[in-house]
């Protein structure tokens, strides 16, 4: 069963843009990336919208619908009413680059500067060995498509653009978790995830956690569990003796 919808959809570009009204047609079972398609076949050629596998693994399509963080290939159009006006802007926490598509280049700056994992010798029979429940604990993690809609959400450089030099955003905060929490690494990043990356910035909202597509729980089972190690390792006092005495 088809009928026509009512989607306003923000165009423009860095200089500034706004929101055009467009009536398209929905077929049943369609998500808002297959309206949004409709619309550039038939109406609107030269919008520009980022998309590539439309199952919801490349992490290409975000966008805010309705001012909701989401994959537009991930979201059914029988979320919303038939006679419900859909709403499409760029992410709002990155520059526009035009209509849909915003430059998300900060992620990767800040993906650039958390050193890389570094494992330990291997030991004398040339393995390296760790416990299962270590193997297992970071694949929540890694199950990131890199969508960056935790980092669009976070209000910390969603409200506050004078924030992103000090603060990486949710996804890298879980990196530095899953990188601490394995026991092969040897870099200290308890340090770094505070003083470098902005840990103390985030006040546990876990807005993050609520628009992931992955479903993985950022804030409590990675940035909880960093800020914990932070505070153990500088409150410990054995631990900060030790820090002030190899720090010479
Ligand atoms: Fe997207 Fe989730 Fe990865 Fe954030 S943690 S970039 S919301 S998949
Ligand atoms: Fe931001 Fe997530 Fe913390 S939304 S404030 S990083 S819990
Ligand atoms: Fe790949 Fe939507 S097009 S996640």
Same mark, same amino acid.
């Given at each position: 069963?088809?009928?026509? %919808?009512?989607?306003?959809?923000? *165009? @423009?570009?860095?200089?500034?843009?706004?929101?055009?009204?467009?009536?398209?047609? =929905?077929?049943? @079972?369609?998500?808002?990336?297959?309206?949004?398609?409709?619309?550039? %076949?038939?109406? #609107? +050629?030269?919008?520009?919208?980022?998309? !590539?596998?439309?199952? /919801?693994?490349? /992490?290409?399509?975000?966008?805010?619908?309705? @001012? *909701?963080?989401?994959?537009?290939?991930?979201?059914?159009?029988?979320?919303? /009413?038939?006679?419900?006006?859909?709403?499409?802007?760029?992410?709002?926490?990155?520059?526009?680059? *035009?209509?849909?598509?915003?430059?998300?280049?900060? !992620?990767?700056?800040?993906?650039?500067?958390?050193?890389?994992?570094?494992?330990?010798?291997?030991?004398?029979? /040339?393995?390296?060995?760790?416990?299962?429940?270590?193997?297992?604990?970071?694949?929540?993690?890694?199950?990131?498509? $890199?969508?960056?809609?935790?980092?669009?959400?976070?209000?910390?450089?969603?409200?506050? $653009?004078?924030?992103?030099? %000090?603060? #990486? +955003? &949710?996804?890298?905060?879980?990196?530095?978790? $899953?990188?601490?929490?394995? &026991?092969?690494?040897? =870099?200290?990043?308890?340090?770094?995830?505070?003083?470098?990356? @902005?840990?103390?910035?985030?006040?546990?909202?876990?807005?993050?956690?609520?628009?992931?597509? $992955?479903?993985?729980?950022?804030?409590? !089972?990675?940035?909880?569990?960093?800020?914990?190690?932070?505070?153990?390792?500088?409150?410990?006092?054995?631990?900060?003796?030790?820090?002030?005495?190899?720090?010479?």
């Amino acid at each position: 069963m088809s009928y026509d %919808a009512t989607f306003r959809v923000w *165009r @423009g570009d860095a200089a500034g843009g706004d929101l055009q009204t467009f009536t398209v047609p =929905v077929n049943e @079972g369609e998500v808002v990336l297959d309206v949004v398609h409709r619309l550039q %076949a038939t109406q #609107a +050629g030269d919008l520009a919208v980022r998309w !590539n596998c439309k199952a /919801g693994k490349c /992490g290409s399509c975000s966008a805010e619908v309705n @001012g *909701r963080p989401r994959l537009m290939c991930m979201t059914r159009m029988s979320t919303f /009413g038939e006679d419900e006006t859909v709403t499409i802007t760029p992410l709002r926490t990155f520059p526009v680059v *035009r209509d849909l598509v915003t430059d998300v280049s900060f !992620n990767y700056d800040k993906a650039a500067q958390i050193p890389p994992f570094t494992p330990r010798a291997r030991d004398a029979d /040339g393995n390296h060995r760790m416990q299962q429940v270590d193997v297992e604990r970071p694949q929540e993690f890694r199950k990131c498509i $890199e969508c960056w809609l935790c980092q669009d959400t976070c209000h910390v450089i969603r409200d506050h $653009e004078d924030n992103k030099r %000090a603060f #990486a +955003g &949710p996804r890298f905060l879980i990196r530095l978790a $899953e990188l601490d929490m394995h &026991p092969l690494d040897v =870099v200290d990043r308890k340090h770094a995830a505070q003083d470098e990356f @902005g840990l103390g910035y985030c006040n546990i909202t876990k807005c993050c956690s609520e628009v992931c597509p $992955e479903g993985i729980h950022l804030t409590d !089972n990675g940035i909880i569990p960093l800020k914990e190690r932070v505070v153990d390792r500088r409150y410990d006092p054995l631990t900060w003796l030790g820090s002030k005495i190899g720090r010479r």
